[in-house]
């Protein structure tokens, strides 16, 4: 089985990758790490940049379990892209990070975590930053 984290370079993207070390560590499970954006704008603040892959990439390493980051930016959204790996993988839990939003943020705005609850097809743990 496999433990999959939505990751972005924020608080909340840092408390679900140390969230789901912690559970895919203690299961002895494989985990998958994956970052994703539509990209075609340089300033897209979901696609982290080449030193954070790097950074993240070393902390995989360093664990005693199967690790690997991904990263998609070919045109699709992230949900997409997770929604895809969790058909594919045998994934027994989907670890996302929450923002604080305000209940107006919350009305104008579609929310990725909502989405990605509504969309995919395996228990999700939604986690929020310190």
Same mark, same amino acid.
């Not at 433990?3 to 203690?26: H, M, S």
């Not at 696609?47 to 902390?59: L, T």
């Not at 790996?85 to 579609?110: E, N, Y």
């Given at each position: 089985?496999? @433990? =999959? $984290?939505?990751? $972005?370079?924020?608080?909340? *993207?840092?408390?679900?990758? #140390?969230?789901? @070390? /912690?559970?895919?560590?203690?299961? *002895?499970?494989? %985990?998958?790490?994956?970052?994703?954006?539509?990209?075609?704008?340089? /300033?897209?603040?979901?696609? !982290?940049? *080449?030193?954070?892959?790097?950074?993240?990439?070393?902390?995989?390493?360093?664990?005693?379990?199967?690790?690997?980051?991904?990263?998609?930016?070919?045109?699709? &959204?992230? !949900?997409? /892209?997770?929604?895809? =790996?969790?058909? +594919?993988? +045998?994934?027994? $839990? %989907? !670890? @996302? *990070?929450?923002?604080?939003?305000?209940? !107006?943020?919350? %009305?104008?705005?579609? &929310?990725?975590?909502?989405?990605?609850? %509504?969309?995919? #097809?395996?228990?999700?743990?939604?986690?929020?930053?310190?």
């Amino acid at each position: 089985m496999t @433990i =999959l $984290v939505a990751y $972005v370079a924020r608080p909340e *993207g840092q408390a679900a990758l #140390d969230k789901a @070390i /912690e559970i895919a560590t203690r299961r *002895g499970e494989r %985990l998958v790490v994956v970052n994703a954006g539509p990209g075609g704008r340089s /300033e897209d603040p979901s696609v !982290v940049n *080449g030193y954070e892959v790097e950074r993240v990439e070393e902390r995989l390493a360093a664990l005693p379990i199967q690790a690997e980051f991904k990263q998609f930016v070919r045109g699709r &959204s992230a !949900v997409e /892209e997770i929604d895809e =790996l969790v058909a +594919q993988l +045998q994934v027994s $839990v %989907l !670890v @996302i *990070g929450l923002r604080k939003r305000s209940p !107006v943020g919350k %009305l104008l705005m579609g &929310s990725m975590a909502q989405e990605i609850l %509504l969309t995919v #097809d395996c228990p999700v743990l939604a986690v929020k930053a310190h």
